[in-house]
């Protein structure tokens, strides 16, 4: 039986019209949620997903401001802007685009994010707080999975979710969502032994590797959730994920596409954690 394929196109373009509306709400009390989005040198995939949230900025009515700063720029001249825009009221939401050059210090550039306007989800508090089940921003391609199967009417409730991969933006916190609504968490990565034997038992597979057509049939028990968050080019320059679409849709019960799977919805999530900020501008 062929899968029931997501499309997080549809879905996210749903949620858009819910955040648009939220905005026109909020101006009306003089408040437009603005984003800040920090490119560092010249990096082609970095440009393209920058010009999207540019655009979904626009859609939205909210107010976007591109920095553009050179390859080479330091690490103080870096942080120096991030601190004018922690303090800039018209700015809700900072998102530096990783990777950065070599020469900079990643951890030291999300750790002089406020927390208030880490609308990325990844500075150390936001973390926390999310592991202990706290309000926090969470990462938007995690938290933009879990829109997509409650929107599915997936229910992930001890369900066994294998992860492949353990970084930091994706398949860490992803697993913690997953934990937090009550699944049973495994993860993989590069040095586990017998990946298949584990992948082979999910209820939900969620891959996040970055290897094209690295999760096969065999990896996928019949009739399972496949969530593929791999954004990659094969050898004909073709976007494509993690997981080889063709022969695994022919086994999973639902599974994600990409290109219009996972990567609107980090987007749309993006844009919900920036009107959220500026929401909370109001409370205080
Ligand atoms: N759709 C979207 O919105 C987004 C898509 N992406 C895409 O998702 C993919 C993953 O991104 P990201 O998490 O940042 O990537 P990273 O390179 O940071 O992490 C990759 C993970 O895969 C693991 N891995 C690598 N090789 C193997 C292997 N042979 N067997 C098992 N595990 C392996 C690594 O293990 P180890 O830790 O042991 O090295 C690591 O944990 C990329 O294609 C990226 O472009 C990323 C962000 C958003
Ligand atoms: N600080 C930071 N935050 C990020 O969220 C972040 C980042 N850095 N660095 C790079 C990754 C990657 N990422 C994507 C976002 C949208 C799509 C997306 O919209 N993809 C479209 C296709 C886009 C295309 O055609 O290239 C789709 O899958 O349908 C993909 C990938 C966010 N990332």
């Given at each position: 039986m062929a899968a029931i394929i997501i499309d997080g196109k549809e879905i996210a373009a749903k949620k858009k019209v819910e955040i648009a509306s939220e905005v026109q709400k909020l101006k009306e009390f003089g408040v437009t949620p603005g984003l800040a989005v920090i490119l560092v040198g010249n990096n082609h995939a970095s440009r393209t997903?920058?010009?999207?949230?540019?655009?979904?900025?626009?859609?939205?009515?909210?107010?976007?401001?591109?920095?553009?700063?050179?390859?080479?720029?330091?690490?103080?001249?870096?942080?120096t802007k991030i601190e004018e825009l922690n303090g800039d009221?018209?700015?809700?939401?900072?998102?530096?685009?990783?990777?950065?050059?070599k020469h900079i210090d990643e951890t030291r550039v999300i750790e002089s994010i406020s927390p208030l306007k880490d609308v990325d989800g990844f500075h150390p508090i936001n973390i926390g707080r999310m592991m202990t089940g706290q309000d926090a921003f969470l990462p938007c391609t995690?938290?933009?999975?879990?829109?997509?199967?409650?929107?599915?009417?997936?229910?992930?409730?001890?369900?066994?979710?294998?992860?492949?991969?353990?970084?930091?933006?994706?398949?860490?916190?992803?697993?913690?969502?997953?934990?937090?609504?009550?699944?049973?968490?495994t993860y993989c990565h590069s040095k586990t032994v017998d990946l298949q034997y584990h992948t082979s038992q999910a209820d939900i597979l969620v891959a996040a590797v970055g290897v094209a057509n690295f999760i096969n049939a065999d990896h996928v028990k019949e009739g399972a959730v496949v969530i593929d968050v791999g954004i990659n080019r094969n050898e004909a320059g073709k976007l494509?994920?993690?997981?080889?679409?063709?022969?695994?849709?022919?086994?999973?019960?639902y599974i994600t596409p990409v290109p219009k799977g996972v990567g609107p919805m980090t987007i749309t999530m993006l844009m919900y954690n920036t009107l959220k900020s500026a929401k909370n501008t109001l409370r205080f």
């Open positions: 997903y920058v010009t999207n949230k540019e655009k979904t900025c626009r859609e939205l009515g909210m107010h976007s401001v591109l920095i553009e700063l050179p390859e080479m720029v330091t690490q103080e001249e870096l942080l009221p018209a700015i809700h939401g900072i998102l530096v685009q990783l990777p950065l050059p995690p938290y933009g999975i879990m829109v997509l199967l409650e929107e599915m009417g997936i229910s992930v409730a001890g369900k066994h979710v294998v992860v492949v991969g353990r970084s930091n933006i994706v398949g860490k916190p992803v697993g913690q969502l997953f934990l937090n609504q009550h699944a049973t968490v494509c994920g993690d997981v080889a679409f063709d022969e695994v849709s022919q086994k999973a019960g």
